[in-house]
């Protein structure tokens, strides 16, 4: 059984560019939600996607987007890239349409300059 | 919205002392999950919390849910450097999002 992989680990991106994350879920798991966790903070809930499609979204503007394949992974991306963008990037994987038990990947970094 | 907040932010401990980190919620619980992010790692569940008062353990971590279901628990005995990280709790008052608290953060003495 295959857990969460996230790509990349790391990156740099100054302001305004726009950034893709790809994750990958665990085997058996439908369901894939985005977090952003600040230094020192805990996970920020970004969006959720269940059978390809958005069942939830946290406070975040509409620059935030994703998307979830018919594999079941997903992308993170954001335009127009702000300093306060700088986090790291938790993808996490469940099986169900609710917030069941996360499964969570190792992160992307991203830094923004 | 929904908010959890938790105390202490910091919880240092010497090593064999007992902690206990605590969590609040603004809103009624359908559930609520703890996670263990060790330092430079990701989030690791560690336990689901579902009925009213419920008690569970694993091993030296003794986890509570309240009557009220809207504060939880998280009781460590002869804390051990293992248990160093950041212990997050994570409540579910909806369908689809988990509102993740501050954490606490664990350094132990030896």
């Known amino acids: 059984e295959t857990g969460v992989t996230q790509s990349p680990t790391h990156l740099i991106k100054t302001r305004g560019q726009q950034v893709t994350l790809r994750c990958s879920s665990q085997s058996g798991h439908n369901t894939v939600s985005w977090y952003q966790q600040a230094l020192g903070q805990g996970p920020q809930f970004i969006f959720q996607y269940y059978r390809e499609e958005e069942n939830g979204r946290g406070n975040f503007p509409p620059r935030f987007s994703g998307l979830q394949f018919p594999n079941y992974s997903s992308e993170l991306n954001v335009n127009a890239l702000e300093l306060d963008d700088s986090a790291l990037y938790l993808c996490a994987s469940s099986l169900g349409s609710g917030a069941n038990v996360l499964t969570f990947g190792a992160g992307s970094r991203l830094t923004v300059l | 919205g929904q908010q959890v907040m938790q105390i202490p932010q910091y919880q240092h401990v010497q090593e064999g002392e007992d902690f206990t980190t605590y969590c609040n919620s603004s809103?009624?619980?359908?559930?609520i999950q703890w996670y263990k992010q060790r330092p430079g790692g990701h989030p690791v569940f560690l336990i689901q919390l579902v009925k009213s008062g419920e008690v569970k353990k694993q091993k030296r971590l003794t986890f509570q849910f309240g009557e009220a279901k809207k504060n939880s628990s998280l009781h460590i005995t002869a804390t051990q450097t293992t248990d160093v990280g950041t212990y997050f709790c994570?409540?579910?008052?909806?369908?689809?999002?988990?509102?993740f608290g501050a954490g606490t953060t664990v350094t132990v003495r030896a």
């Open positions: 994570a409540g579910r008052s909806n369908d689809y999002k988990l509102s």
């Open positions: 809103t009624t619980l359908s559930n």
